[in-house]
């Protein structure tokens, strides 16, 4: 089984419009029917083709996530033991990847990323990166770059259209993994190619093997 509780978002939004919001930390409901509105939320100007370092951080029951000198804190209850790093773009020639990754000063190799060529929509424009065994305190530091055609203020262009909210975005979820079976029943049951999940998930999964969190009592 797959569950995921708490997610840190970074996304196009309308680039710190009247209406949007650029990055936010936000839950999904427990009956597993689909997230709530953003429990925080921040507006931020991406730049298409700049990299942004980003920090998150559990530290005593306290999540807090940076971008570009801005900071979002939630406190939680919950226990985690993996983290999917999550990649993606819906808009043909739009493309975001998430690298440079350090797990508490750990390099990590892997990166998310995901480029849309062509005929890209909900179903087939997502990357995932699992890193699995957390410690019960951890701080995952990297960059995400974000690259867009188009301006995303304006809705209205049909010849060019950009990206809004989600179409062009990464998450760093915290859940848990029961691996087993269910493990391949819960991914082909998610809005992502199986194939491509179970490529990162494989891979990752073993390059992370050894940094382990130890579950709350």
Not at 19 to 34: L, M, P, S, T, V
Not at 95 to 109: F, K, P, R
Request: proline share 3%; aromatic share 10%; glycine share 8%.
């Amino acid at each position: 089984m797959q569950h995921i509780d708490v997610a840190a978002e970074g996304r196009i939004g309308d680039l710190s419009g009247t209406a949007e919001h650029e990055f936010n930390i936000h839950y999904d409901n427990e009956n597993g029917d689909g997230q709530t509105v953003p429990v925080e939320y921040r507006r931020f100007d991406w730049v298409s083709g700049k990299a942004e370092y980003f920090t998150l951080t559990l530290f005593k029951d306290v999540l807090t996530y940076e971008i570009g000198g801005q900071t979002l804190k939630y406190g939680i209850t919950d226990t985690f033991n993996d983290l999917f790093i999550r990649t993606t773009a819906r808009k043909q020639n739009n493309s975001v990847v998430v690298d440079n990754l350090m797990l508490n000063g750990q390099a990590i190799a892997e990166n998310s990323s995901f480029a849309c060529s062509e005929r890209c929509d909900y179903w087939n424009s997502s990357q995932y990166l699992w890193l699995t065994d957390l410690e019960e305190s951890f701080t995952l530091t990297g960059t995400t770059t974000m690259t867009w055609t188009g301006d995303p203020r304006d809705l209205k262009d049909k010849d060019n259209p950009a990206p809004h909210r989600s179409e062009l975005a990464f998450q760093l979820k915290l859940g848990d993994v029961i691996m087993g079976e269910e493990l391949t029943g819960e991914l082909a049951t998610t809005p992502e190619p199986v194939s491509m999940s179970l490529f990162s998930v494989g891979v990752v999964g073993l390059a992370m093997a050894g940094l382990r969190r130890q579950k709350k009592g």
